[in-house]
């Protein structure tokens, strides 16, 4: 989608016209729900998560005016599966593919429990955004399509045409970059 139709649906959102949901949903749906469904491996959860985004979407803008929607829309329905993943693992249930990618980012970053008890979310949330920054754009994409997006090291492979024995090498060298820059920063 250009930025042309994006700012479009925003348009609609800031006045209050019903129709830029629809138009998120033809325009967005299926990536959201492929995001979804990657971390939850449940349709009716993911159908879910999508119904909880647009009524999110809804409710937030206006006030809040994001410079891309797209990328909104993703950090939207990323956090809601994710909390419904991290609600549903109380009750032995899951989807692998996102299991499998947060316990190799999870063992990187040493206990997620020390590191809430020690540091603020945010403060985390700006170092790996610049940690990202210093990494070639392929290698960044690889690590964001692994650990943000959820995806099979197999799709990563397919996407960039290497091997998953590749892939799996460039993660964690990535991973270990980023231990090695945290710890540099005084946050590991």
């Not at 139709?5 to 609609?12: C, H, K, P, W, Y």
């Not at 299926?30 to 999508?50: F, G, M, P, Q, T």
């Not at 006030?63 to 994710?82: C, E, F, G, M, Q």
């Amino acid at each position: 989608m250009n930025q042309k139709s994006e700012d479009a649906i925003l348009g609609l959102l800031n006045e209050r016209d019903e129709t830029a949901l629809a138009e998120i949903q033809n325009t967005y749906g299926k990536l959201c729900y492929k995001l979804a469904n990657d971390i939850l491996n449940s349709r009716e959860d993911s159908e879910e998560c999508v119904n909880d985004m647009l009524l999110k979407v809804w409710k937030t803008i206006p006030p809040k005016h994001p410079d891309s929607l797209v990328a909104y829309l993703i950090t939207i329905i990323r956090n809601t599966a994710v909390n419904r993943y991290l609600a549903r693992k109380t009750q032995k249930r899951g989807g692998k593919q996102f299991e499998a990618a947060w316990e190799e980012l999870e063992a990187t970053l040493e206990s997620r429990e020390d590191l809430n008890d020690t540091i603020d979310t945010h403060e985390l949330t700006r170092e790996i955004e610049r940690f990202l920054e210093t990494l070639t754009p392929r290698t960044r994409n690889i690590f964001l399509r692994r650990y943000y997006m959820s995806e099979s090291i197999a799709e990563i492979s397919a996407a960039y045409n290497m091997s998953a024995s590749a892939v799996k090498i460039s993660l964690m060298r990535t991973r270990d970059k980023l231990k090695s820059y945290l710890r540099e920063e005084g946050l590991l």
